[in-house]
């Protein structure tokens, strides 16, 4: 069977590839071996008049050959490359980009926790968490949902066993928080949460949740409005609008939802916004009396607030982003934005 | 729940707009998530056809001559198969914009001028109806606006109600908000009830056996109706809220259903058995035929309404089909009762029927209204289906309870809400949502909340009905500074942030992935315990939870790869659950932070060459990551898992922080990926407890240091800690560093050897070396190296 003289081919090569020292003899080197009339293009040629049956062996020793001279032919051109660009020549060429530094993101989700910790910190708040997996007695029944009774429907939950649960919101660390401490509580909870709901542009099986509660003596509507309209100028800026609504969760008596104007057409009305003007920031309310009896708190000595918000939904209320999904895809092109 | 803004104007007389209106029902909690205001209709005239021939060139269409009383008569080509001479007709000028942004223009139809276009009720957005062109009253005189006459100004509003307020799924319940936000007058509706001489109790009895289920439940009896399609006033209300007009008396239902928020249930008595209703629980395995049709076999403990021979109603939830009004029904039994919330919720659940009544009844209907709501449905259906009405109700109420007391204390308002509120603003605020001063003095108010607020229970639940009504936006925020209430020093949460810092310090990027996964991918992660399982997962593809950050990780690193990145480096932080019997909730949750290394180490450059990821290099972030945070005496022990080609857990103090390795191939062939993939996890509440925190700074020396590079031979088989350790082993206080700079194999060197090279370096803090000295410690490793592992020095 006829084969190419790699070892020979590759020795010729080897010393011809010492002599190549600058951009022209490498250029010279690229044509004895790899250009259009060069050793390997040659090579290919003669395969022609060979029997079929020993095409396949020869072709791929040619490739070898080939893929031999191409490797070492580069480096040598990069070496020579990148030799040139640090002398001090005219020819210098500070049009080429520099070398390339892979840089980290944190996820953008991360991000605005972090933001909203650093703001709540600032306020006095400390960090609590709380099990991803929950009995039916925290995730429910201590926060005041009776059994039974539509609020359960309000949050479509993942059961483990009858019951145990996947945590349908972050107000369970609530109870756990309150009972493991005394007034005053002053604590921000973030964390995943779990909704038995089909994964689309809106909604995700899985989220995460930022809860906060304050409880001491003397605590007031005006006080729960006071920190969450100073939180929300924190957030987005010292020219948003807030609104208060009354609202309704079973753990909460009076419950409210904070509406902060919409940040893309500043309250104009866009289609963001459908056109209200409007942007629903968090759920909210003062502490039900039940909640804080629950946990051994006497409502007529404390009171307080807890609210509520999605770090997804303020996230891509922030960013004007339209689907949820791309935070738990993993696209290094949406990720490497923020 | 929808409402119209028309019908709402029968009960309260407002003056302001709709969007008006919308605000204000949306921030005291009646959130309106949708407004929909009719159309304006300019140029829309009242013609009548003159003149109706058929086109000359096209079968279907006809050629109309209108008048809209501007003195010329309109040639319009009309496709309707009803337009005829001398109907009333809504006719589009020219110019004219219609819904959904159609505009009239001027145009000739099959070589015939046509201007204008006479409208089916669609066209007009009236209602779905297209069969024919809208015919208009004979009376309409000719040339006027269509919406000076034809009533276009309704407003329909969307509401997205809150669980907690049943009373809201009704117009009056809407309507006493508003007038209590506005401080206007209620009128609720007013009837008049013309009852014959025969008494109702002689007629029939009630009975209730489930009196958990059922505390009350009353009829009324109306003989000789005739069955016939409703007046227009009450389909076109029911048509504006969404509801399809039937017949008069299923029509005379819905509509107080809707204005008072009471399903009402009618039976044709003829199809009932006997002269007596009784109110029992379903028994095992009883089947039923509900009136759309469909079989249900019913749970047990179901409340049903029963003649003397059979079910005919499931209570509260849906009638039966045997006992259904027809067309030929003439004698009629009205039903209004009160049912358990939790019992209705049950069923409705089990049986999976939700209906319009078990909506209310789950909430909580008003046990107290069912005079007033009889009456109310009488008093339609005779109007509109005539009959007699038999005298009195049969109502039985053996288990009612009473209306809740409500003591309010002042200061308690003043002290929630955070502002102070007068005496007269909270009287008037309750009393317009009809709670009921019983008694008063100077610190507080006794009041009985009426009973179609189940939600009212406590002082705290009228306190959010004063500050709602009031309106949140209303009480002045606090500005009252927070002082911090102690300062943390152990805060794991920016230890947390710490960790994450320093990966995106080394170029990795954040992920988050899902935490449920389907099995097979779940697999992957090599764990021998069985995963913790969703029992009623949303797909199968969600139902296991994640005992390992890997699975999803590589699935990402995957997703990467398939679009063109040829260097994927990222790092996720995140809670994995695995099965744990002792804790309270079955299941062990713990904190890692997880790296997965794919490709190229850094990304394409025109200079220099480009290496991929390969196990030292994971090992070498490994290391890094670990000494920038802390930890500099790690020990590696390999390990195995199935999903691990190359596994070393990470331990420091005898205590294992995690594992790193190599993703073995069977696991990555599902993912068409051609490089090696590298991952490391450690778990994050170990490091927070064994970081080190203090760091004992040592001063650099000012004295020049000595390098030195020793290379040993040794055998190919050999462990290069071995080696490692006698630098170890010798370190005196001037070597103050010591790593292998090289290990090279080939000729000269025999087959079976390696050589290694140490780079050294010594240095003094108090003086300048000798040459000399280092030379004497370089020979005293040497010779250890020789003795005990036979290393010789490679010259």
Same mark, same amino acid.
């Given at each position: 069977?006829?084969?190419?003289?790699?070892?020979?081919?590759?020795?010729?090569?080897?010393?011809?590839?010492?002599?190549?020292?600058?951009?022209?003899?490498?250029?010279?080197?690229?044509?004895?071996?790899?250009?259009?009339?060069?050793?390997?293009?040659?090579?290919?040629?003669?395969?022609?008049?060979?029997?079929?049956?020993?095409?396949?062996?020869?072709?791929?020793?040619?490739?070898?050959?080939?893929?031999?001279?191409?490797?070492?032919?580069?480096?040598?051109?990069?070496?020579?490359?990148?030799?040139?660009?640090?002398?001090?020549?005219?020819?210098?060429?500070?049009?080429?980009?520099?070398?390339?530094?892979?840089?980290?993101?944190?996820?953008?989700?991360?991000?605005?926790?972090?933001?909203?910790?650093?703001?709540?910190?600032?306020?006095?708040?400390?960090?609590?968490?709380?099990?991803?997996?929950?009995?039916?007695?925290?995730? @429910?029944?201590?926060?005041?949902?009776?059994?039974?009774?539509?609020?359960?429907?309000?949050?479509?939950?993942?059961?483990?066993?009858?019951?145990?649960?996947?945590?349908?919101?972050?107000?369970?660390?609530?109870?756990?928080?309150?009972?493991?401490?005394?007034?005053?509580?002053?604590?921000?909870?973030?964390?995943?949460?779990?909704?038995?709901?089909?994964?689309?542009?809106?909604?995700?099986?899985?989220?995460?949740?930022?809860?906060?509660?304050?409880?001491?003596?003397?605590?007031?509507?005006?006080?729960?409005?006071?920190?969450?309209?100073?939180?929300?100028?924190?957030?987005?800026?010292?020219?948003?609008?807030?609104?208060?609504?009354?609202?309704?969760?079973? @753990?909460?008596?009076?419950?409210?939802?904070?509406?902060?104007?919409?940040?893309?057409?500043?309250?104009?009305?866009?289609?963001?916004?459908?056109?209200?003007?409007?942007?629903?920031?968090?759920?909210?309310?003062?502490?039900?009396?039940?909640?804080?009896?629950?946990?051994?708190?006497?409502?007529?000595?404390?009171?307080?607030?807890?609210?509520?918000?999605?770090?997804?939904?303020?996230?891509?209320?922030?960013?004007?982003?339209?689907?949820?999904?791309?935070?738990?895809?993993?696209?290094?092109?949406?990720?490497?934005?923020? | 729940?929808?409402?119209?803004?028309?019908?709402?104007?029968?009960?309260?007389?407002?003056?302001?707009?709709?969007?008006?209106?919308?605000?204000?029902?949306?921030?005291?909690?009646?959130?309106?998530?949708?407004?929909?205001?009719?159309?304006?209709?300019?140029?829309?005239?009242?013609?009548?056809?003159?003149?109706?021939?058929?086109?000359?060139?096209?079968?279907?269409?006809?050629?109309?001559?209108?008048?809209?009383?501007?003195?010329?008569?309109?040639?319009?080509?009309?496709?309707?198969?009803?337009?005829?001479?001398?109907?009333?007709?809504?006719?589009?000028?020219?110019?004219?914009?219609?819904?959904?942004?159609?505009?009239?223009?001027?145009?000739?139809?099959?070589?015939?001028?046509?201007?204008?276009?006479?409208?089916?009720?669609?066209?007009?957005?009236?209602?779905?109806?297209?069969?024919?062109?809208?015919?208009?009253?004979?009376?309409?005189?000719?040339?006027?606006?269509?919406?000076?006459?034809?009533?276009?100004?309704?407003?329909?509003?969307?509401?997205?109600?809150?669980?907690?307020?049943?009373?809201?799924?009704?117009?009056?319940?809407?309507?006493?908000?508003?007038?209590?936000?506005?401080?206007?007058?209620?009128?609720?509706?007013?009837?008049?009830?013309?009852?014959?001489?025969?008494?109702?109790?002689?007629?029939?009895?009630?009975?209730?056996?489930?009196?958990?289920?059922?505390?009350? @439940?009353?009829?009324?009896?109306?003989?000789?109706?005739?069955?016939?399609?409703?007046?227009?006033?009450?389909?076109?209300?029911?048509?504006?809220?969404?509801?399809?007009?039937?017949?008069?008396?299923?029509?005379?239902?819905?509509?107080?259903?809707?204005?008072?928020?009471?399903?009402?249930?009618?039976?044709?008595?003829?199809?009932?058995?006997?002269?007596?209703?009784?109110?029992?629980?379903?028994?095992?395995?009883?089947?039923?035929?509900?009136?759309?049709?469909?079989?249900?076999?019913?749970?047990?403990?179901?409340?049903?309404?029963?003649?003397?021979?059979?079910?005919?109603?499931?209570?509260?939830?849906?009638?039966?089909?045997?006992?259904?009004?027809?067309?030929?029904?003439?004698?009629?039994?009205?039903?209004?009762?009160?049912?358990?919330?939790?019992?209705?919720?049950?069923?409705?659940?089990?049986?999976?029927?939700?209906?319009?009544?078990?909506?209310?009844?789950?909430?909580?209907?008003?046990?107290?209204?069912?005079?007033?709501?009889?009456?109310?449905?009488?008093?339609?259906?005779?109007?509109?289906?005539?009959?007699?009405?038999?005298?009195?109700?049969?109502?039985?109420?053996?288990?009612?309870?009473?209306?809740?007391?409500?003591?309010?204390?002042?200061?308690?308002?003043?002290?929630?809400?955070?502002?102070?509120?007068?005496?007269?603003?909270?009287?008037?605020?309750?009393?317009?949502?009809?709670?009921?001063?019983?008694?008063?003095?100077?610190?507080?108010?006794?009041?009985?909340?009426?009973?179609?607020?189940?939600?009212?229970?406590?002082?705290?639940?009228?306190?959010?009905?004063?500050?709602?009504?009031?309106?949140?936006?209303?009480?002045?925020?606090?500005?009252?500074?927070?002082?911090?209430?102690?300062?943390?020093?152990?805060?794991?949460?920016?230890?947390?942030?710490?960790?994450?810092?320093?990966?995106?310090?080394?170029?990795?990027?954040?992920?988050?992935?899902?935490?449920?996964?389907?099995?097979?991918?779940?697999?992957?992660?090599?764990?021998?315990?069985?995963?913790?399982?969703?029992?009623?997962?949303?797909?199968?593809?969600?139902?296991?939870?994640?005992?390992?950050?890997?699975?999803?990780?590589?699935?990402?690193?995957?997703?990467?790869?398939?679009?063109?990145?040829?260097?994927?480096?990222?790092?996720?932080?995140?809670?994995?659950?695995?099965?744990?019997?002792?804790?309270?909730?079955?299941?062990?949750?713990?904190?890692?932070?997880?790296?997965?290394?794919?490709?190229?180490?850094?990304?394409?450059?025109?200079?220099?060459?480009?290496?991929?990821?390969?196990?030292?290099?994971?090992?070498?972030?490994?290391?890094?990551?670990?000494?920038?945070?802390?930890?500099?005496?790690?020990?590696?022990?390999?390990?195995?898992?199935?999903?691990?080609?190359?596994?070393?857990?990470?331990?420091?103090?005898?205590?294992?922080?995690?594992?790193?390795?190599?993703?073995?191939?069977?696991?990555?062939?599902?993912?068409?990926?051609?490089?090696?993939?590298?991952?490391?996890?450690?778990?994050?509440?170990?490091?927070?407890?064994?970081?080190?925190?203090?760091?004992?700074?040592?001063?650099?020396?000012?004295?020049?240091?000595?390098?030195?590079?020793?290379?040993?031979?040794?055998?190919?088989?050999?462990?290069?800690?071995?080696?490692?350790?006698?630098?170890?082993?010798?370190?005196?206080?001037?070597?103050?560093?010591?790593?292998?700079?090289?290990?090279?194999?080939?000729?000269?060197?025999?087959?079976?050897?390696?050589?290694?090279?140490?780079?050294?370096?010594?240095?003094?803090?108090?003086?300048?070396?000798?040459?000399?000295?280092?030379?004497?410690?370089?020979?005293?490793?040497?010779?250890?190296?020789?003795?005990?592992?036979?290393?010789?020095?490679?010259?």
């Amino acid at each position: 069977m006829t084969l190419p003289d790699n070892d020979n081919l590759r020795k010729e090569f080897d010393s011809d590839l010492e002599n190549s020292i600058n951009l022209p003899s490498i250029e010279e080197l690229r044509i004895k071996y790899l250009g259009r009339k060069g050793i390997i293009a040659s090579l290919m040629e003669s395969m022609k008049d060979l029997p079929d049956k020993e095409k396949p062996v020869f072709g791929k020793s040619v490739n070898e050959l080939k893929k031999y001279f191409n490797t070492n032919y580069e480096s040598a051109l990069k070496k020579a490359n990148s030799e040139k660009q640090s002398d001090s020549s005219p020819d210098f060429d500070n049009t080429l980009p520099g070398v390339e530094i892979p840089l980290g993101k944190k996820h953008p989700l991360t991000q605005v926790w972090e933001e909203i910790l650093d703001i709540f910190t600032r306020m006095g708040f400390e960090v609590a968490r709380g099990p991803e997996v929950e009995t039916e007695y925290y995730n @429910f029944s201590a926060l005041n949902f009776p059994e039974n009774h539509p609020a359960r429907d309000m949050q479509d939950t993942l059961y483990i066993t009858d019951d145990t649960m996947l945590r349908t919101h972050t107000s369970p660390v609530q109870i756990r928080t309150m009972l493991s401490t005394t007034p005053p509580v002053r604590v921000i909870v973030p964390g995943r949460v779990y909704r038995n709901e089909a994964i689309s542009a809106r909604s995700y099986c899985v989220f995460n949740q930022l809860e906060g509660l304050y409880i001491d003596k003397g605590i007031s509507l005006a006080d729960l409005k006071g920190t969450l309209i100073s939180f929300a100028k924190q957030l987005l800026g010292s020219n948003v609008k807030t609104r208060f609504r009354a609202s309704y969760f079973p @753990f909460t008596e009076p419950s409210a939802e904070m509406d902060v104007s919409c940040i893309i057409c500043e309250g104009k009305g866009c289609r963001v916004c459908k056109r209200t003007g409007w942007l629903e920031l968090l759920g909210a309310g003062m502490v039900d009396p039940n909640v804080l009896r629950n946990v051994g708190y006497d409502p007529e000595v404390y009171s307080g607030f807890a609210w509520g918000l999605g770090i997804e939904r303020t996230t891509m209320m922030r960013y004007g982003i339209k689907d949820i999904r791309y935070f738990y895809d993993g696209d290094l092109r949406f990720l490497e934005q923020f | 729940m929808k409402i119209s803004l028309n019908w709402l104007s029968k009960y309260i007389n407002i003056s302001k707009s709709p969007e008006e209106i919308s605000d204000l029902l949306t921030m005291a909690g009646l959130e309106v998530s949708s407004m929909k205001t009719g159309n304006s209709f300019d140029g829309v005239l009242i013609g009548e056809v003159k003149e109706c021939v058929k086109h000359p060139n096209a079968d279907k269409l006809s050629l109309c001559k209108v008048d809209i009383g501007t003195g010329e008569e309109l040639s319009i080509v009309c496709g309707a198969p009803n337009v005829k001479t001398g109907m009333k007709v809504p006719v589009a000028t020219v110019g004219t914009i219609l819904p959904g942004d159609f505009k009239i223009k001027k145009a000739k139809i099959r070589g015939e001028e046509s201007r204008g276009m006479i409208c089916s009720e669609k066209e007009l957005q009236i209602s779905d109806s297209h069969e024919g062109i809208m015919v208009l009253p004979d009376e309409w005189k000719i040339g006027t606006p269509f919406s000076d006459l034809y009533d276009t100004s309704d407003t329909l509003i969307e509401l997205d109600l809150t669980p907690n307020r049943p009373d809201a799924l009704s117009h009056i319940g809407v309507a006493r908000d508003l007038s209590a936000i506005l401080n206007l007058d209620l009128q609720k509706p007013s009837f008049k009830l013309d009852e014959s001489k025969v008494e109702a109790s002689s007629e029939y009895t009630v009975e209730i056996e489930d009196q958990v289920g059922c505390p009350r @439940f009353a009829v009324r009896i109306i003989k000789n109706v005739k069955i016939d399609k409703s007046p227009e006033w009450l389909s076109k209300s029911l048509e504006a809220v969404g509801i399809r007009s039937i017949n008069n008396i299923v029509d005379a239902s819905n509509y107080v259903l809707m204005e008072l928020g009471h399903p009402i249930h009618t039976f044709d008595m003829d199809k009932l058995s006997g002269n007596k209703i009784i109110i029992r629980s379903s028994s095992k395995d009883e089947q039923v035929v509900t009136l759309d049709g469909i079989k249900h076999k019913l749970p047990e403990d179901t409340v049903l309404v029963c003649d003397e021979d059979k079910p005919v109603g499931i209570g509260g939830i849906m009638g039966l089909q045997n006992s259904e009004v027809s067309d030929d029904t003439t004698n009629i039994l009205i039903e209004c009762a009160y049912f358990d919330p939790g019992k209705i919720r049950k069923s409705s659940k089990k049986l999976g029927l939700y209906t319009e009544a078990s909506k209310r009844f789950e909430r909580g209907c008003d046990p107290n209204d069912i005079e007033f709501v009889l009456d109310r449905v009488c008093s339609i259906i005779l109007e509109s289906a005539g009959g007699e009405l038999s005298k009195g109700i049969i109502d039985i109420f053996p288990s009612l309870k009473d209306k809740v007391k409500i003591k309010l204390r002042y200061n308690r308002v003043n002290s929630v809400i955070g502002m102070e509120v007068s005496e007269s603003t909270i009287k008037d605020i309750l009393g317009k949502l009809e709670f009921e001063i019983i008694s008063e003095n100077d610190d507080n108010i006794e009041l009985l909340v009426p009973s179609f607020r189940p939600d009212v229970e406590r002082e705290i639940d009228v306190i959010e009905e004063v500050a709602r009504i009031i309106g949140y936006d209303n009480i002045p925020p606090s500005e009252h500074a927070l002082i911090p209430l102690s300062a943390s020093p152990d805060n794991n949460e920016s230890q947390n942030i710490k960790l994450k810092n320093m990966l995106v310090g080394f170029g990795f990027n954040e992920i988050y992935t899902n935490s449920l996964m389907p099995y097979e991918l779940w697999k992957l992660s090599g764990d021998i315990d069985e995963p913790i399982r969703v029992t009623n997962p949303i797909s199968m593809d969600m139902e296991c939870l994640r005992s390992s950050l890997m699975p999803r990780m590589l699935e990402v690193v995957s997703y990467n790869f398939n679009r063109q990145r040829k260097s994927v480096k990222l790092f996720e932080d995140g809670i994995i659950i695995a099965p744990d019997k002792k804790s309270e909730t079955g299941v062990k949750e713990t904190h890692k932070i997880a790296v997965i290394i794919a490709g190229e180490i850094s990304a394409g450059n025109w200079i220099g060459e480009n290496s991929s990821a390969d196990y030292f290099f994971l090992k070498g972030v490994v290391e890094a990551y670990l000494k920038a945070i802390g930890f500099s005496t790690v020990t590696f022990a390999e390990s195995s898992n199935s999903s691990y080609h190359k596994r070393y857990d990470i331990i420091n103090n005898g205590s294992k922080l995690g594992f790193m390795g190599e993703i073995s191939q069977p696991v990555l062939n599902g993912f068409d990926l051609e490089v090696g993939v590298f991952y490391f996890e450690l778990e994050v509440d170990l490091l927070f407890k064994e970081m080190k925190k203090d760091i004992a700074f040592i001063e650099p020396s000012k004295y020049p240091s000595i390098m030195r590079d020793l290379s040993f031979i040794v055998e190919d088989s050999m462990q290069s800690e071995k080696l490692t350790a006698i630098f170890e082993g010798t370190k005196t206080d001037l070597l103050k560093s010591y790593k292998i700079s090289s290990v090279y194999k080939g000729s000269p060197l025999n087959e079976n050897e390696k050589s290694i090279t140490y780079h050294l370096i010594f240095s003094s803090n108090e003086r300048t070396l000798e040459e000399s000295e280092i030379d004497k410690i370089c020979e005293g490793i040497i010779n250890v190296a020789s003795d005990s592992l036979n290393a010789n020095l490679r010259v």
